[in-house]
């Protein structure tokens, strides 16, 4: 019941000997930035490449084997299965309308002898057409994959494998007061207009820290409904649909009141609000790593310019 713990995803694992570890958070959160902004309006080659992209980042990351080698299998499962729903699931095409003119004043090329257009030439619509499909005595009609299903399976599939494996790089090897700084330098203009930048980093960092807090809450409750032995299937649907609910509610309630308890905590003793900079441990200045970083972050952003359509 402790594989919660035992897969660290959205938790700052401390350790040395990866430059990812070394690589300043603002250029960490920019990368991260790119990978979430980049596949809007691109195409599937490109979103292929950000994700054989973040792949190899992993593999030569420098960080131990056993941090990834359990998330990031799942994680991969899940982008598949839900790549391959998007395919393989009818695309919702609507009824052809009637022509309003004579089909013969719309042909481009003269009629061949039985009175037929010439064929259509050039790339096929249909990827995949299996069918028709049966399972028992129930007939599934066939399996058909055009390049627009495909096109919205890569697309589920691959920004799905991106958005997560990018942010669990991020909060994996960054802690979170660097973050913090990150995001409140980055906001820092906004500062000049009256917004509490040092605040919202503040609170931010508290939010970062309870996230622990919340996958152990999940935890209790995943395991106490184990001891009940609670059977799903003679519950129901309306059953089973009380029931994620009753867990939804306890689990807010806990997470409110470990809440409640941390800020009593932090009052009682004095707490205040700290600037994220104080809290920053130092790091070391722009040095060859930092500007590598920042070259290839150029690069792929004119790679995206340039590429990013096909």
Known sequence: MDWLRQIPIGQYVPGSGSWLRQLDARQKLAW???????????????????????LLVTALSGLSWRLWRRSLPLLLALA????????????????????????????????????????????????????????????????????????????SATLLFTVIHSANLLLLTTPPEDLVWALAWLIAPLGRLGLPVDRLGFTLLLSLRFLPLVQEEFQNLLRSLATRSLNLRQLG??????????????????????????????????????????????????????????????????????YGAL
Not at 32 to 54: E, K, Q
Not at 110 to 132: I, M, Q, Y
Not at 261 to 290: D, F, K, M
């Open 32 to 54: 991260t930035l790119a990978f979430l902004l980049t596949p809007i309006l691109a195409g599937p080659l490109w979103r292929l490449a950000l994700v054989g992209l973040l």
């Open 80 to 155: 598949l299965f839900v790549g391959c729903l998007s395919a393989l699931l009818p695309a919702g095409s609507g009824s052809a309308a009637s022509p309003s003119r004579p089909p013969t004043e719309l042909r481009l090329a003269p009629a061949g002898a039985d009175g037929r257009p010439p064929s259509h030439t050039g790339l096929s619509w249909e990827l995949v057409h299996w069918g028709p499909l049966k399972v028992g005595p129930v007939a599934l009609g066939p399996l058909v994959v055009t390049r627009r299903s495909g096109e919205l399976g890569i697309s």
């Open 237 to 306: 649907v309306k059953g089973g649909f009380g029931l994620l609910l009753a867990v939804a509610e306890r689990l807010l309630a806990n997470v409110l009141l470990r809440s409640e308890q941390g800020a009593e905590a932090l009052l009682a003793r004095g707490g205040s609000w700290i600037s994220p900079a104080e809290l920053r441990q130092p790091q070391p200045g722009w040095g060859l790593l930092q500007l590598a970083g920042g070259a290839a972050l150029v690069l792929l952003i004119g790679l995206r310019w340039r």
